[in-house]
T-cell receptor, first 117, second 113 residues
Framework: DAGVTQSPTHLIKTRGQHVTLRCSPI?????VSWYQQVLGQGPQFIFQ???????GRGNFPDRFSARQFPNYSSELNVNALLLGDSALYLC????????????????FGNGTRLTVT | GESVGLHLPTLSVQEGDNSIINCAYS??????FIWYKQESGKGPQFIID?????DKRQGQRVTVLLNKTVKHLSLQIAATQPGDSAVYFC????????????FGSGTQLTVLP
């Protein structure tokens, strides 16, 4: 079975531009989460979606938005890019909305490396 | 603020030895803990998890120990192999916040031949 897949794998954008990142969860998983990982640090929570509804939001500005589609895939959008948005953006999926149970751990994709120049 | 932290940023071990990676957490309300392994260029890979009602859980070659008294979590890797070289993160979920993980900054494990 395929794991979490993300596209594109790498992306270079200019300050002020907009970017859309895409994610397909593991088959059967209904929850998708997005994390930002700055070089040398652990991932930071951005959003969680379950059954197409936003169920959690981290401490990120309104320039960050996301949505989940009927097939449970998801998009992360970032507007008015800043140099500080350069990071690895990770998508993760889980079976349930809650990720704190032994039968619903969070599984990550390999991320999209975004560079803002 | 409360956060998950790690004692050491780097750890080097000889191939075949056992590795112990430590993690301190400060949120006493944390209910669930996970260890992830992240290889260069890849996303975090789930290793093992443990809930706060347990103090030990074993997987294949890995054991997680939880000491709630001192708020300490450790990952033990038996017979460390070159493929174990990676950054290891502990993450927590506080009680009542079941939807997001709080990660520490990671420990770089290097396995020496």
């Amino acid at each position: 079975d395929a794991g979490v897949t993300q596209s594109p794998t790498h992306l270079i954008k200019t300050r002020g531009q907009h970017v859309t990142l895409r994610c397909s969860p593991i088959s059967g998983h209904k929850s998708v989460s997005w994390y930002q990982q700055v070089l040398g640090q652990g991932p930071q929570f951005i959003f969680q979606y379950y059954e197409k509804e936003e169920r959690g939001r981290g401490n990120f500005p309104d320039r960050f938005s996301a949505r989940q589609f009927p097939n449970y895939s998801s998009e992360l959008n970032v507007n008015a890019l800043l140099l500080g948005d350069s990071a690895l953006y990770l998508c993760a999926s889980s079976l349930l909305a809650g990720v704190n149970s032994y039968n619903s751990p969070l599984h990550f994709g390999n991320g999209t490396r975004l560079t803002v120049t | 603020g409360e956060s998950v932290g790690l004692h050491l940023p780097t750890l080097s071990v000889q191939e075949g030895d056992n590795s112990i990676i430590n993690c301190a957490y400060s949120n006493s309300a944390s209910d669930y803990f996970i260890w992830y392994k992240q290889e260069s260029g890849k996303g975090p890979q789930f290793i093992i998890d443990i809930r706060s009602n347990m103090d030990k859980r074993q997987g294949q070659r890995v054991t997680v120990l939880l000491n709630k008294t001192v708020k300490h979590l450790s990952l033990q890797i038996a017979a460390t192999q070159p493929g174990d070289s990676a950054v290891y993160f502990c993450a927590e979920i506080p009680l009542g916040s079941a939807r997001q993980l709080t990660f520490g900054s990671g420990t770089q494990l290097t396995v020496l031949p």
